[in-house]
């Protein structure tokens, strides 16, 4: 009996929410006013917000036709400057490029704006591919451009062409400012047209300040008045600094106040393919090619070397070009004349040469590494140095690396391992002096030369304070009678080289003074660290 009255009393309480919830809905409708003219008040009161003009002010909002807020978005979409851009003599500057800059603080974007019956978010930014702080704009063919959608402050429009133009603009709330952008009438203004078929090159003009890559061909920019040279250069690898790379050159006069038309600049460029042609020739590390530009009273100037490519852009002219190094290579140089727009094959010839690789082993059978030794590799053509076979492996592990000598002519040659002794200097092998080794060069890379070596006793000194501490402006020299022996270490405060047994003289150079004395080398080697 309990529970049936329980169920009872909660349908009971169910349908009285359900009824007050009925009622209220329906409560609006029941009070509003009545209709006029057919149409109910609330609608009308609607209609007349929406038919407020933009240019409504205080008034219409005093009157509950338009909310405030509304209003200050309407005031803020007009906030704006409409530019005009005049050159030096006041004509209209078409398609320039006029940047709006904002100062720190100032950001043009939309505010943030509250409606009714619209849900509250921050409008986003106007695209623009520049910072967030700049905007860009190009006049159209009357000279003119705008900027919308400005919060209140102040802003600069510039005009970079050459030299800049600048002006200072404020903006009030709702406000669109009209601006004269005009370049000074003291300057002058050039314009014209290139037409090139280089793929890269600059165009440049001191007075004025432009250095221009990959300049488009229709051009324009602001100098000084007087006596100008504009120059069109070719902009390759290793052809720029030296007056090889200049395609064409146009000098001018212009006056203040005007505008100047220099018309259309014709830039020809050469080109060169060129070829090197040796089956049984292999090239470590790649070649390069060695340019000469004939010069106007006889012979070359400069030679200046450039990455091997398969087609070299040059500006017309004479020229002299051999494929580098040559101790690789052994190919002769070519003379030829290239004209404008010509596209010249160039074959090279090279003699057969091959490449030795020179293989070290300690007395234990460890492999060593030459790296600096002074090992020399006399050929018919005459010695040649040891060097690196890794051309072009970057961060190569010790354990990877390869020495031996490049550009061996074919026949027989031989092995110098003995220590270098100049006039002031001597430097010592590593290990103990050895036999000249003979072999007899083949094509390719196939020839090895292995030796089994005797090291030598390391010395280390190092140059320190009365406490110990690397002292860095002192300066630690060896001596084997009148001769310097050359280091390996990093720093003159140290000093470190393998030395045959025996007595030699150091000299420390310290800021207070020079100490000399005497140095004994002995079969287990030296270290020190040397103290005043």
Not at 250 to 279: K, M, N, S, Y
Not at 394 to 412: D, I
Request: with cysteine; charged share 20%.
């Amino acid at each position: 009996m309990v529970e049936h009255r329980r169920s009872g009393g909660f349908v009971a309480a169910a349908l009285s929410a359900l009824v007050l919830a009925v009622w209220l809905v329906l409560r609006p409708a029941a009070d509003a006013p009545p209709a006029v003219d057919g149409v109910p008040a609330g609608a009308a009161a609607e209609a007349d917000t929406a038919a407020v003009p933009v240019g409504a002010g205080p008034a219409a909002a005093a009157s509950g036709r338009a909310p405030v807020e509304a209003e200050s978005l309407r005031e803020s979409t007009r906030s704006g400057i409409d530019c005009e851009v005049l050159g030096p003599d006041g004509a209209p500057l078409a398609n320039a490029a006029v940047r709006l800059i904002v100062p720190s603080g100032a950001a043009p974007s939309r505010p943030r704006v509250d409606m009714p019956g619209l849900m509250r978010r921050d409008p986003p930014a106007f695209p623009s591919p520049l910072p967030a702080a700049t905007r860009e704009a190009k006049s159209d063919g009357q000279g003119r451009c705008s900027f919308d959608d400005l919060a209140p402050g102040d802003y600069t429009l510039a005009l970079y062409e050459g030299l800049p133009t600048t002006k200072l603009v404020s903006v009030p709330a709702g406000v669109r400012v009209p601006a004269v952008l005009q370049v000074d009438p003291a300057r002058a203004m050039v314009s014209g047209r290139v037409v090139t078929d280089a793929s890269q090159w600059r165009m440049r003009c001191e007075a004025a300040g432009i250095d221009y890559s990959r300049r488009p061909a229709q051009f324009r920019f602001v100098c000084p008045p007087g006596a100008r040279t504009l120059s069109i250069e070719l902009q390759g690898p290793g052809l720029l600094g030296a007056g090889g790379g200049l395609l064409a050159e146009r000098r001018f006069e212009v006056a203040a106040g005007t505008q100047l038309d220099l018309g259309v600049i014709v830039a020809p460029v050469g080109r060169v393919l060129p070829t090197f042609v040796d089956p049984r020739c292999r090239v470590v590390g790649g070649h390069e090619l060695v340019v000469e530009r004939g010069l106007p009273g006889g012979g070359f100037g400069p030679a200046q070397s450039v990455p091997w490519v398969d087609e070299l852009e040059l500006v017309p002219g004479r020229y002299r070009c051999h494929v580098a190094p040559e101790r690789v290579l052994g190919s002769e140089p070519i003379e030829f004349e290239l004209g404008p727009n010509q596209r010249l094959r160039l074959e090279f010839t090279g003699e057969p040469t091959a490449v030795v690789q020179l293989h070290l082993f300690d007395q234990n059978g460890q492999r060593l590494w030459p790296g600096t030794t002074p090992l020399r590799l006399s050929t018919a053509r005459g010695e040649l140095p040891l060097q690196s076979l890794d051309v072009g492996r970057h961060n190569a592990g010790t354990a990877s690396r390869q020495f031996g000598f490049l550009g061996v002519p074919l026949g027989p040659a031989s092995l110098q391992a003995q220590d270098e002794v100049g006039e002031q200097t001597i430097r010592y092998l590593p290990f103990e002096p050895l036999a000249p080794t003979t072999l007899e060069v083949q094509p390719g890379d196939r020839n090895h030369i292995e030796l089994r070596v005797v090291h030598r006793p390391r010395v280390r000194l190092r140059a320190a304070d009365r406490a110990g501490v690397e002292q860095i402006r002192a300066r630690i020299q060896v001596f084997d009678g009148v001769r310097e022996i050359v280091s390996v270490a990093p720093r003159p405060s140290q000093w470190e080289a393998r030395l045959p047994v025996g007595e030699y003289r150091l000299v420390v150079t310290r800021p207070d003074g020079v100490r000399p004395s005497p140095l004994r080398v002995g079969p287990a080697g030296v270290e020190l660290t040397l103290r005043p």
